[in-house]
């Protein structure tokens, strides 16, 4: 079997580590990270899928050294061009997408504008494009993606201008939220506009939706269902599954042993879920990782190849 290879912006047009697998070699999985993942984390969290065999692409959208530390004006291009270069320079057939969080939503959103992508897996997503903030939560007025160099429509954060020391009093003063919460405080109470919804009916591919009740960092209990339903009643033409964990948290990812820095404070501190339920965080996510690799292993990368 091959060696990896790393693929950059100068050369490739994005920045990758591109891992070749020894099983279903017509197919090809793009693995994104998370918000505040860095390389080493976003490795990490595609760890069960290279395990298993696939090959994999681990894309980086943003943290990566050399890309944008803060989550703003990130280009939906990288996967466009992920793709183009995994179907021409390795020949694959079918390419699958997924992540978790913020790269959840990144994959959906990739999904809605390129209809080469044929299978997806958002794991605990959103479905709405927010407008980009710096990492201490100023306002940017721009959005947090662009596709091809222009901004995607976004919602604004305007529940920021209130000034955070008022959101953090709302978020503490309401039993359900508190500090631990303060993520889920903002996505609940700020108001979202319909030119910022991610047009999932317009996607072309297979859908495994998961996520996590109560979800501790943003509304993916309530992304997935609207989703499904914004697919049914588009008779959405592919196969679509959905699975709502009772008891989990937001980590619903691999290689949480292997995370530092930010990433693992987060981990340990932000999700309260972990703590109150700890045997059933860590079987909810292996759970996880066992339906994404059947939901894999079904899907048929050469059916509907026609001209889409």
Avoid at 129 to 157: A, C, I, Q
Avoid at 231 to 252: D, G, V
């Amino acid at each position: 079997m091959s060696e990896m290879e790393r693929c950059t912006l100068e050369q490739n047009g994005f920045v990758g580590i591109y891992y070749p697998g020894r099983i279903h070699p017509e197919k090809a999985v793009i693995a994104a990270g998370g918000a505040s993942c860095d390389e080493k984390t976003s490795v990490s969290m595609s760890r069960f899928l290279r395990k298993a065999g696939y090959t994999v692409l681990v894309l980086g959208f943003y943290g990566w050294k050399g890309l944008s530390k803060e989550l703003v004006s990130v280009p939906v291009d990288y996967v466009e061009k992920a793709v183009k270069w995994l179907k021409e320079e390795k020949k694959i057939q079918g390419i699958a997408m997924t992540s978790v969080s913020t790269g959840a939503g990144y994959t959906l959103l990739a999904a809605s504008l390129i209809p080469e992508i044929s299978c997806i897996i958002p794991v605990v997503p959103f479905d709405y494009v927010m407008e980009g903030t710096t990492n201490n939560f100023k306002r940017l007025h721009k959005s947090v993606y662009t596709w091809h160099g222009k901004d995607v429509p976004y919602s604004p954060w305007t529940l920021i201008d209130q000034g955070l020391l008022t959101v953090f009093y709302g978020a503490m003063k309401d039993k359900r939220y508190g500090l631990r919460r303060f993520m889920r405080y903002g996505y609940d109470h700020n108001p979202l506009t319909e030119e910022s919804r991610i047009r999932v009916e317009n996607m072309h591919a297979d859908v495994l939706f998961l996520a996590a009740k109560d979800d501790d960092a943003w509304p993916s209990d309530v992304a997935v269902p609207r989703m499904m339903k914004a697919l049914q009643e588009a008779n959405y033409p592919y196969r679509m599954e959905t699975h709502i964990y009772e008891k989990a948290s937001h980590a619903l990812a691999d290689g949480l042993d292997e995370m530092t820095g930010y990433a693992r404070w987060a981990f340990q501190n932000l999700l309260p879920a972990e703590k109150k339920y700890p045997k059933e965080c860590e079987e909810a996510r292996q759970d996880c990782f066992q339906r994404i690799l059947k939901f894999l292993e079904e899907w048929d990368c050469n059916a509907g190849t026609e001209e889409v």
